[in-house]
């Protein structure tokens, strides 16, 4: 059943401001490490490991969490999950060698997938699923957007481990929000005993593609695609715009996922869902044709409706909704890993610009099964009919 207006949407800010802190460190990493690996004692060779580790731990732990959430509550299990991420942030400034950023980059992992699906749970408890689902996206896309604007800038001023310090301060006030969340919340979730990961539906393969190409190869490659195409650019000052860019990203989940959600209310999670895709492979195109600014702007407004408005449009009409969310997000993160595995392998390559291509027309192919026909994209696009 669920919650009261009012409380459910209480209850959803709280869990999505604890996120926005606890992720502060997690978001410096991905402009900073492909670009500076080297000043913490990383290999570049393993600089798409590290930043792809943690969502391959998120692939066998969302199952797990999810059950978990079911026998100890949704409050219990994201206060946990809190503290072990303010842990690993301040283990960044303590990491002496790559065994050590592996061992944080775990624990990350596990404690980011309790923590998202966490705030899931309290949004889709919400009347307003929607909107509660956009603002929780939007809320806690607040505090890495912060730290992607302001954690470069001192660079030029501190060692990283002083900035990792930094940031696990800045991840505290996650430990207040985490411990106002309402008490005594419904520990019967349902709980499937499918098998771990079923064939991926049509939406699952959206899911699971778009994040290969956002949330993998643009978001670990997007300096490097700046070096390629901008004259005289220096490392730290390309590390510096790509984390412009990523911060504009996180800017649009903020400001555009909870106004998504209103519309989705109005017009329907599908409406939006697919409208925004489409949207999001233009966007895709225009990268690959060396527009990168520009494409980037068009992706990540129209990515982060699309990634917020998901995990209603998955749930919707199902019995087990969490559950279907939680199957949803592990495609995503398997998605994110491959693409950040694959970003780092080929962030030097000349054969970058072709996995785009062929990446993009796979999932171009697959929002046209799901969209029907030619006809309807465009009724979709333009007269949401």
Known sequence: ?????????????????????????????????????????VPVAWVGLLLSINRFVRIFSNAIIVRLFAKFGLRALMITAVILAVISTFGYALAAGLLAWLAFRIL???????????????????????????????????????????????????????????????????LYFVWMLPKGEDKTLPVESNPFLNWPTTLNSITFLSAVLIDGVIVIALGVLFLHYRVAITP???????????????????????????????VGLKHVFNSSIVLVIIGLLVIVSGWIATGAVIVFTFYGINSAMTPGFVSKGREHGLVAVAENATWRDMGAAIGTLVGGVLILSPYLNNFLMGAILLLALFVFVQLGTARKTLKLLYLWK
Do not use: H
Request: proline letters at 5%.
């Open 1 to 41: 059943m669920k919650e009261g207006n009012e409380n459910g949407i209480k209850a959803t800010a709280f869990a999505a401001l604890s996120l926005a802190f606890a992720s502060v460190g997690d978001a410096f990493l991905y402009p900073f490490l492909p670009v500076s690996s080297s000043a913490v004692g």
């Open 108 to 174: 990350w992992g596990i404690s980011f997938s309790a923590m998202r699906i966490g705030t899931l749970g309290y949004a889709l408890q919400a009347q307003r699923s929607g909107f509660a689902l956009g603002l929780s996206r939007g809320l806690q896309e607040a505090g890495p957007m912060a730290s992607l604007f302001i954690a470069p800038l001192l660079l030029n001023y501190f060692a990283p481990n002083s900035i990792f310090n930094v940031l696990g301060l800045l991840s505290l006030p996650a």
């Open 236 to 266: 730290i000052n390309a590390a510096m715009l790509a984390a412009f860019y990523l911060g504009y990203r996180r800017i649009c989940l903020v400001a555009f996922s909870p106004a998504g959600g209103w519309i989705a209310d109005k």
